[in-house]
């Protein structure tokens, strides 16, 4: 009952809840203790709260988990690796949109609603975690594709309003958005003789990036104020354009590094919460229950957001 796929018929499911809770509650004739019912969360939650009983707390992990002995589900940290970076990426691009909406007092709420929604929908523990099937994949995929499409008719509406009036070109072009520029390609911009680039900095104080354009043709470049900024071009040499390796055989690889230290970390090592604090973890161990390591590689995988590292009384390593 209730596992996946399981709940697709509603009337033959109720019907078959109505005589498990029948037939469960006649043995209370046989002097059992159990009445079953239909229910809410708020009146178990009453019921918790009139038992007037001190209820544990979990502080420990849940992950890494395991549904079945030597199957960790420590996978899914990585799995699914393009549908995860896309997420991220359209969640830039519904940062960026409400900012402009604001800023640029458009008031349009309809555009930004579908891409929020598919962002929403995109959290499922099915979608980002890369453990739903590939044609489910495809959907979550789809449905930020067409979010970001209306999303671009707000950054269009705002770019025109937040334009100083002598910076105004009429008619004002439309914006377009790199979509392909993570594998070189801007279809947008790659034939065209001349083209401005927009940049927005969503934050409140000056920053320097490195952006890459994917052109074919060669450019001058100028600043917002026609001065003709200066570059410099560096010859990529042939080894870099040819490193060993580089193959495409259609069959998914796995890359893993390992580094080699003699510190002495007593099994501990300590990686960082969502970027909210770090946490110790000891290999091959869990707090709150005995641990029979099966699978001493998957079961000590953790997600980490930012850092990793060991160390013993004299030194860390850092990752």
Same mark, same amino acid.
């Given at each position: 009952?209730? !596992? +996946?796929?399981? =709940? ?9 809840l109505? @005589? /498990?809770?029948?037939?469960? *509650? ?31 707390t979990k ?13 960790y ?42 891409l ?7 959290q ?16 979550y995929?789809?449905?930020? !594709? +067409?979010?970001? =499409? ?10 025109? @309003? /937040?334009?100083?009036?002598? *910076? ?7 914006q ?44 001058f ?17 042939d ?15 796995e ?57 013993d ?7």
């Open positions: 009952m209730g !596992s +996946d796929f399981f =709940d697709q018929n509603a009337h033959e499911d109720f019907k078959n109505d @005589k /498990l809770i029948h037939y469960v *509650n006649l043995q209370q004739e046989n002097g059992s203790g159990i009445n079953v019912f239909y229910s809410t969360p708020s009146c178990y939650l009453y019921v918790l709260s009139k038992a007037e009983k001190k209820w544990s502080t420990d992990d849940f992950f890494p988990y395991a549904s079945t002995p030597s199957v589900w420590t996978g899914y940290y990585t799995s699914r690796s393009v549908l995860k970076r896309y997420e991220r990426y359209a969640n830039n691009i519904l940062q960026v949109t409400r900012q402009q909406n604001g800023f640029s007092q458009s008031n349009l709420r309809n555009p930004i609603f579908d929020s929604e598919a962002m929403g929908l995109a499922h523990h099915d979608s980002v975690s890369g453990t739903s099937k590939q044609h489910v994949a495809n959907y995929a789809q449905r930020l !594709s +067409d979010g970001i =499409d209306r999303a671009i008719e707000v950054i269009n509406d705002a770019y025109g @309003k /937040l334009l100083s009036k002598e *910076n105004r070109t009429i008619p004002i072009p439309n377009f958005l790199c979509h392909y520029s993570n594998i070189r390609a801007c279809l947008p911009i790659e034939e065209q003789k001349q083209f401005t680039l927009t940049f927005w900095n969503s934050t409140i104080h000056p920053v320097t990036i490195y952006y890459r354009v994917p052109v074919t043709r060669q450019y470049i100028y600043d917002p104020i026609g001065n003709l900024v200066s570059a410099e071009y560096l010859m990529i040499p080894t870099t354009k040819n490193i060993p390796g580089r193959m495409n055989d259609n069959i998914g690889k890359i893993i590094i390992r580094y080699n230290t003699d510190i002495n970390s007593e099994k501990k090592y300590y990686t960082d919460g969502n970027e909210r604090q770090v946490l110790e973890r000891i290999r091959d161990y869990r707090p709150t229950w005995h641990y029979i390591p099966d699978d001493p590689i998957s079961s000590n995988y953790y997600p980490i957001n930012s850092r990793i590292w060991i160390r009384q004299d030194r860390q390593l850092t990752i």
